[in-house]
């Protein structure tokens, strides 16, 4: 089945097309954006332009078009702040039916909020935590508190990055007074709001939305000056943002796109973005927020899923975000699962029995766990270098539940589990700090000796032993097989393991033939 999602938003609109698999699991297959900046002056006069009326039908009409080529089963259409406000809101809607075939509903903030709310949970783990929502449009703000299960809070706030311009009266460059009183108009219709929020309860704040993520990404390029390959589970900090918004404010609107993450089609507005995203921070008491790149699109296929009495299975919004994103990678890719499973289970056990060695902790625990899954999914691809196929596969799938700095990770260490160890030379791999070197060299080291010992596939090697005397590792592993071939294999790739722990490594049978 393919769904079709259209969110007509105040500054643009937005279209996802999405194929709903077994499980209902949900696979984007293209993703659409157009700036129409549809509320241009509408909270000051109540009406959508004439020009922004017509590049609306105009971009809804293409978009329809494009899911007919696509053969969706259905095209899911949502309006929100400015088509509902906007005292022509209903004609340019009629409109659209009229040129499309498509009757977008109208929702209201609250329902807008909801809807987010389940498209973030979806994109990130929340695991046992409450979390805020705020998502910044053009005509209003929505903030959400929830968790896993349930939504304990959910408001429309009337402030977006549209609507402040309109309440600037358009203007670009604001003195310190026009700040100071538009900072006070702004307290004034969030603070009641985020009271309510702060007082439901919460443990991280979670922002998603152009304008929040355009300006989170604006403040990690300021404070460490390297791009993020994805937006989904980065942190920024307030004080972060706080210089990014100074900044903004000082520059006529030609000049901002002069700072790094920043898009000429924002320009007009994203410093009243930013110093509205700062408040709210502050009346809500974070010192940070988490972007995420889900919207209210994927909320609009979720609820529709819901409203048709498909809903997400329960396993789905529950356990581990990051394995069933990794799994699901696996299974896009002909991996074979059961394998890869046994792989990771000789991976870890040797990453547990070492840790004397490697002083490495949970975290990195995991990441040998999830490339033990992924490792060969550049065979897709092609079989020569498919190792470097399998970490641009990864650079590039937008694994959920993953910072920007664990997928560059997770690459670097299934790029190296084969050929050639890591090297300076080697320009990704040098990029890293010394101690993510130093970590990728041990996962990448136990990770090519783990699939050595399932060489023949036949899970033979059934578990294994590591002691350690004087310099020498010994690795005694355990079977009904003799993994002669095994044991051969891993041999043959103990050499990057060896390097990153200082230790000779040695490799021996214990097995216990079944008997005749």
């Known amino acids: 089945m393919k769904i079709a999602a259209i969110d007509i938003g105040t500054n643009s609109i937005h279209m996802v097309i999405a194929e709903i698999g077994q499980r209902e ?4 297959l293209i993703d659409e954006k157009e ?7 509408v909270f000051a006069t109540n009406r959508l332009s004439a020009e922004a009326f017509e590049r609306g039908v105009e971009v809804i009409r293409r978009y329809v078009q494009l899911a007919d080529q696509y053969g969706v089963d259905e095209i899911i259409a949502a309006a929100t702040s400015a088509t509902r406000e906007a005292k022509n809101g209903g004609e340019f809607l009629g409109r659209v039916a009229e040129e499309t075939g498509v009757t977008p509903q109208v929702i209201s ?20 935590e409450r979390i805020l929502v705020l998502d910044i449009g053009g005509g209003s703000t929505e903030a959400t508190v929830g968790d896993q299960e349930d939504i304990f809070f959910k408001k429309s706030i009337k402030l977006g990055v549209l609507r402040l311009l309109d309440m600037v009266g358009g203007k670009d460059l604001l ?13 004034l219709a969030a603070r009641d709001i985020m009271k309510s929020a702060v007082k439901a309860g919460f443990d991280k704040v979670i922002g998603t939305s152009g304008t929040i993520r355009a300006l989170g990404e604006a403040a990690h390029l300021a404070e460490n000056g390297a791009s993020l390959s994805t937006v989904n589970a980065e942190t920024v900090s307030l004080k972060g943002l706080k210089k990014i918004t100074k900044k903004l404010l000082e520059l ?41 790149d889900a919207s209210l699109r994927e909320g609009l296929i979720l609820g529709y899923l819901e409203n048709k009495g498909e809903k997400l299975e329960r396993a789905n919004l529950s356990g ?8 699901g990678l696996a299974v896009k890719y002909k991996s074979d699962i059961e394998q890869k499973r046994h792989v990771s289970f000789l991976a870890r056990r040797l990453f547990d029995q070492m840790q004397d060695q490697h002083q490495l902790g949970d975290t990195e625990r995991d990441l040998l766990d999830f490339a033990g899954y992924i490792y060969e999914v550049g065979h897709f691809i092609g079989f020569p270098s498919y190792h470097k196929h399998s970490r641009y596969i990864i650079a590039h799938s937008r694994l959920r539940g993953f910072t920007n700095e664990e997928i560059i990770l997770l690459g670097q260490i299934v790029r190296y589990h084969r050929k050639s160890g890591p090297r300076k030379s080697h320009k990704k791999y040098k990029k890293l700090p010394k101690a993510k070197r130093t970590l990728v060299q041990v996962l990448a080291g136990i990770l090519r000796i783990a699939i050595g010992l399932d060489k023949t596939r036949n899970q033979w090697v059934e578990d294994l032993e590591v002691s350690l ?31 990153a722990l200082n230790k000779d490594i040695v490799i021996s049978a214990k097995y216990s033939p079944v008997p005749a």
């Open 252 to 292: 006529p609107a030609e000049e901002r796109t002069g700072i790094p993450g920043i898009s000429a089609n924002r320009v007009d507005a994203i410093h009243l973005g930013a110093l509205l995203l700062v408040r709210l921070l502050e009346l809500a008491k974070a010192k940070e927020i988490t972007l995420c």
């Open 469 to 499: 005397k004087d310099t020498v590792l010994s690795i005694h592993v355990k079977g009904e097989e003799n993994p002669s071939l095994e044991i051969w294999e891993a041999m043959r790739n103990r050499f990057v393991l060896e390097k």
């Open 109 to 128: 903030g609250k329902e807008e909020a909801r809807l987010i709310f389940l498209a973030v949970r979806r994109a990130i783990a929340f695991g046992s």
């Open 35 to 41: 700036m129409v900046k549809l509320g241009v002056g």
């Open 320 to 327: 581990d975000l990051r394995e069933r994103s990794v799994l």
């Open 175 to 187: 003195d310190k007074s026009e700040v100071q009183h538009l900072d006070e108009q702004i307290t």
């Open 25 to 28: 699991t949900i696979k984007v």
